[in-house]
């Protein structure tokens, strides 16, 4: 599949989508931060849960939450998807790990095993975005 194949829904739904990328290998960071922005969504970067969880209550928008697990802490990153989850329940969540737990022990929306390829990103960030944009329009239309 191609990258071109994987196009971002939201240029086309009216405003710019947040990503809070969350790796702290810096190289894996960037690299999907630069294909993700390529793609057209607007990335936030952390390179821990500590700092991703000063992001995500600093009340900045974030549309997605994409994190590794394996980061030093506390709190690594499925720590701190759980304490996201429990504040934003509506918040879609990408796991990355090449140790993924269960999915009943997960606050995941989806699980990405490493290492995974871009389309696979970009297919995964685009399907969680699609669905909870057309949740939240059809809430609003009620």
């Not at 599949?1 to 990503?19: F, K, N, T, W, Y």
């Amino acid at each position: 599949m191609s990258l071109e194949e994987v196009a971002d829904p939201a240029r086309h739904q009216g405003r710019d989508r947040v990503i809070l990328l969350v790796e702290d290998e810096i190289l894996i960071r960037l690299a999907n931060a630069e294909w993700l922005r390529d793609a057209g969504y607007v990335v936030i970067e952390a390179a821990s849960g500590a700092e991703a969880l000063d992001l995500l209550f600093s009340g900045k928008q974030i549309d997605l939450l994409v994190t590794d697990i394996s980061m030093p802490g506390p709190p690594d990153g499925l720590e701190m998807a759980v304490l996201a989850k429990e504040t934003y329940p509506d918040l879609p969540i990408i796991l990355a790990s090449a140790r993924l737990p269960a999915e009943g022990e997960s606050p995941a929306s989806k699980m990405l095993a490493k290492p995974y390829d871009v389309p696979e990103l970009l297919t995964v960030v685009n399907e969680l975005i699609e669905a909870t944009w057309k949740e939240t329009n059809n809430r609003k239309a009620c």
